[in-house]
């Protein structure tokens, strides 16, 4: 025997079967198993949010689970929620507002923003501010961050979801 585990999960829509090593982190799984470096690995202690992804639809920080932990599970990354376009609007007011410089923590802040926006309404401006507390920026501030986001919360307020596809 190898040691590795078999996984079998459904990554962005795709069902992914391999053999992992039982200590390998989904973060290292999903950037040198799956080639999908969108998932970033920053602080390796869950403080920094750039590895977050989707596991059923909840946001998780990949370096803090293990890829054996996610057997059986769905995991959308960055990738996946840009192909879908489901964060279109919401890249399209990041770029507009210049909310990055490096775009290290950019992939963490979608996907902290995209778990906010999808629970519907208007967040506020402190309820975004509390829904990135666990995403670091190290080279710019969060003012840009807040407003792309605020921007994107009113856009699809304004304009259902049938209306804007």
Do not use: W
């Not at 210049?98 to 778990?115: E, R, W």
Request: proline share 4%.
């Amino acid at each position: 025997m190898n040691g590795k585990v078999p996984v079998s999960l459904e990554i962005n829509g795709e069902t992914v079967e391999c053999l992992v090593a039982p200590r390998m982190t989904l973060a290292d799984f999903l950037r040198q198993e799956v080639e999908l470096t969108g998932t970033h690995t920053g602080c390796e202690m869950g403080v920094c949010g750039a590895c977050l992804v989707l596991l059923d639809d909840v946001p998780v920080h990949a370096c803090l689970m293990f890829a054996v932990q996610a057997d059986g599970c769905a995991v959308e990354t960055i990738e996946g929620l840009t192909t879908r376009q489901a964060i279109a609007d919401l890249q399209g007011n990041f770029h507009e507002r210049n909310a990055l410089q490096c775009g290290f923590c950019t992939p963490g802040m979608l996907m902290s923003a995209y778990g906010l926006l999808s629970a519907g309404g208007m967040p506020s401006r402190d309820e975004i501010r509390d829904a990135l507390s666990g995403n670091y920026c190290r080279c710019t501030g969060y003012e840009a961050i807040v407003d792309a986001i605020e921007t994107t919360a009113r856009q699809r307020y304004a304009t259902p979801a049938e209306e804007r596809s």
